[in-house]
């Protein structure tokens, strides 16, 4: 299972790891990561287990 990360925080990881927001795509409520070469993915307001699993796999976060 591992460290529950806040969204703030994995957004933070994802902009260390070159990660950008894109600011034209998603919805208010969701944050839509983007990087050259990479397939993007939205980070939701409210994060359900399995999405919060998704986004810390994408990002290489063992814990």
């Known amino acids: 299972m591992g460290k529950q990360y806040s969204r703030r925080e994995l957004i ?10 894109n600011e034209k795509r998603g919805k208010g409520s969701h944050a839509l990561m983007t990087k050259e070469g990479e397939r993007p993915f939205p980070v939701p307001k409210k994060l359900s287990s399995g999405v919060h699993d998704m986004i810390k796999k994408r990002l290489g976060i063992k814990d």
């Open 12 to 21: 933070a990881i994802a902009l260390k790891q070159g990660w950008s927001i």
